[in-house]
Nanobody, 116 residues
């Protein structure tokens, strides 16, 4: 059974940091492109960042460049998103997604709230 389980969300003040994790199981994690998305009722679903399966090259949504860092540990089958200098507009439910071999899998999401 394929599972993606996000964790690490919570309430943080503006300017603070959080590190999200996405633990994967049930598929060959190292062969899949991994991404982070976020969802808000107003903006809907937004792609945040992605990391390749082979060379670990990374890409970011413009509004998070320089603040967020995506990484993966293929030995631990885990995806990470280090979020620094958080802003209220980063408030959302964050999801990880695995894509590859004609398949796409999603986690259940973790809430991030940036507020004073």
């Amino acid at each position: 059974e394929v599972q993606l389980v996000e964790s690490g969300g919570g309430l943080v003040q503006p300017g603070g940091s959080l590190r999200l994790s996405c633990a994967a199981s049930g598929f060959t994690f190292s062969s899949y492109v991994m991404s982070w998305f976020r969802h808000t009722p107003i903006k809907g679903l937004e792609w945040v960042s992605g990391i390749a399966s082979d060379d670990n090259s990374t890409r970011y949504y413009d509004s998070v460049k320089g603040r967020f860092t995506i990484s993966r540990d293929n030995d631990k089958n885990t995806l990470y998103l280090q979020m620094n200098s958080l802003k209220p507009e980063d408030t959302a439910v964050y999801y990880c997604r695995a894509t590859g071999w004609g398949s796409s899998y999603w986690g259940q999401g973790t809430q991030v709230t940036v507020s004073s």
